[in-house]
């Protein structure tokens, strides 16, 4: 993906933009996630996630879930 990655700090339902983008990598595979359609992270580890599947086994990964 062309364009800059943003830096975000990621709290419950919402983010807050640190340094403007236009995307941020998914956690756990390194995937581009334009900003217009990230959906899910975590607040608590502050990670990006591309699809809910994979945010699933992450969290399932450390136990969290």
Known sequence: ???TEAQLVYEC???QVLKPGDFVR???TGQ???LDA????????QEA?????IMISRLRELKRL
Do not use: R
Not at 38 to 45: G, I, T, V
């Open 26 to 28: 998914c956690a756990v």
């Open 49 to 53: 996630y591309a699809t809910p599947d």
């Open 13 to 15: 339902g919402d983010y």
């Open 32 to 34: 581009a996630v334009p």
């Open 1 to 3: 993906m062309s364009g």
């Open 38 to 45: 990230l959906n899910y992270w975590s607040a608590e580890l």
